[in-house]
């Protein structure tokens, strides 16, 4: 028996089939802008259960949404995806699923089963204590302490990319400087042209100056952030994953020399900072481990 991974994101879907052991056997992807609805959503849902259950006998389904579920399953705290929004996705699939189809379903934010899996499996296995942050159309984050995922009062802990700064005058949340988006509407300012981030990763990376600058910016922005959490839980340790996290050494050098700089001795004299081996797949993995640890 096998278990079903989904990974919803601001960009896209992957969906992938796993073993026990999280060897990955089948895998797809989608964009997630197809979708104008949380019905037509909550209907291609069910019919990649229904479809990968009959193909590859699963046994379990591991979801991961890049927002926060509070207790009775209801998604809150959703920016990238407004259609999933206030509805419960477990119960919505569980309402429309083929009734014969009767396998435990268990929902969690993306970050947080990402960080469930580098604890367990991962990067983070030698840490007891650790900061996880995604890099990808939005930031996210989680809080690892003593092995186990902090989630706070509502289950909406660990929410890095809604941290409030000021860079250079400008007060807006993380994600508001370095998400997706907002990043490469700046870039393009800078650029006067459009291009991705990882086409901006490689200029630097070409000693492309203002590529470069960009990149700095990014790693300098996500510090800012990453060092008021690091302070406040006396946390020194951090694990960065999503598909930002695969950028130049460029952005990771100034976000190492904003640590070194801004935070507290017990911080900046002694932190690590692990890149996931799975840059943009850790969330699927994450999901995957979701679903085999819950058993």
Excluded: W
């Excluded at 992957?14 to 609805?37: A, D, P, R, W, Y």
């Excluded at 929410?159 to 393009?188: A, C, N, P, T």
């Excluded at 930002?244 to 004299?269: F, G, R």
């Amino acid at each position: 028996m096998n278990v079903l991974a989904i990974d919803i994101g601001g960009t896209s879907v992957k969906i992938g089939v796993f073993t026990h052991n999280l060897e990955i056997i089948s895998s797809e992807s989608t964009t997630t802008n197809e979708f104008k609805s949380s019905e037509l959503f909550v209907e291609f849902l069910c019919a990649e259960i229904e479809k990968f259950q009959k193909s590859h006998k699963i046994n379990s389904v591991g979801i991961g949404i890049p927002g926060s579920t509070n207790k009775d399953g209801l998604i809150i705290n959703v920016s990238n995806i407004p259609i999933i929004k206030d509805i419960n996705l477990k119960k919505e699939i569980s309402l429309k699923i083929n009734s014969e189809i009767n396998i435990p379903i268990y929902i969690d934010n993306d970050a947080n089963v990402a960080a469930l899996y580098e604890s367990r499996f991962g990067v983070g296995a030698c840490f007891n204590n650790f900061i996880y942050v995604t890099l990808g159309t939005g930031i996210g984050g989680a809080i690892v302490i003593n092995g186990e995922i902090f989630r706070g009062e509502s289950s909406s802990a660990g929410e890095i990319g809604f941290i409030m700064i000021d860079y250079d005058g400008e007060q807006k949340v993380l994600e508001d400087f370095i998400g997706r988006k907002s990043f490469l509407k700046y870039s393009h300012k800078k650029l006067k042209k459009y291009l991705d981030i990882k086409d901006i990763s490689c200029l630097a990376d070409g000693e492309d100056e203002v590529a470069i600058e960009l990149m700095q910016y990014y790693g300098k922005t996500l510090g800012i952030g990453l060092v008021s959490v690091m302070n406040l839980l006396d946390i020194p340790n951090v694990v960065i994953g999503g598909g930002v996290s695969s950028c130049t050494e460029i952005m990771y050098d100034s976000l190492k020399q904003e640590i070194k700089s801004s935070a507290l001795p017990n911080i900046s004299n002694n932190f690590t900072l692990k890149k996931s081996k799975l840059f943009g797949q850790v969330g699927l993995f994450g999901a995957a481990s979701l679903a085999i640890l819950q058993k």
